[in-house]
Nanobody, 126 residues
Framework: QVQLVESGGGSVQAGGSLRLSCAAS????????MGWFRQAPGKEREFVAAITWNLGNTHYADSVKGRFTISREIFNSTVTLQMNSLQPQDTAVYYCASATWSTMTTVNVPRSYNYWGQGTQVTVSS
């Protein structure tokens, strides 16, 4: 089992920055990637960013490319999402997710991830 705990959400004005962190505990063997998804009220959960665990290759949704940066620290099983130039449309609950090799298909779909955090709220006001 893997437990994921997010931190760093909050409220910010448009143009501001926030940094989300996700600490993973429990079994780490077989991890293929970790990612961030978000879900706004009335909308489906959507992909934000992902990073492959061994090589550190990064992937971003077009809507956040150039503004968000995902990184990971292998030694403490932490993944971080630095969010800059935030806009009101970035408002959502942000979820950290972890995938093992047995479930991974493509990094940008929720079904590839078998462990999820509880979510952290990000609110951007205009």
């Amino acid at each position: 089992q893997v437990q994921l705990v997010e931190s760093g959400g909050g409220s910010v004005q448009a143009g501001g920055s926030l940094r989300l962190s996700c600490a993973a505990s429990g079994r780490t063997d077989g991890r293929s990637a970790m990612g961030w998804f978000r879900q706004a009220p009335g909308k489906e959960r959507e992909f934000v960013a992902a990073i492959t665990w061994n090589l550190g290759n990064t992937h971003y949704a077009d809507s956040v490319k150039g503004r968000f940066t995902i990184s990971r620290e292998i030694f403490n099983s932490t993944v971080t999402l630095q969010m800059n130039s935030l806009q009101p449309q970035d408002t959502a609950v942000y979820y950290c997710a972890s995938a093992t090799w047995s479930t991974m298909t493509t990094v940008n779909v929720p079904r590839s991830y078998n462990y999820w955090g509880q979510g952290t709220q990000v609110t951007v006001s205009s």
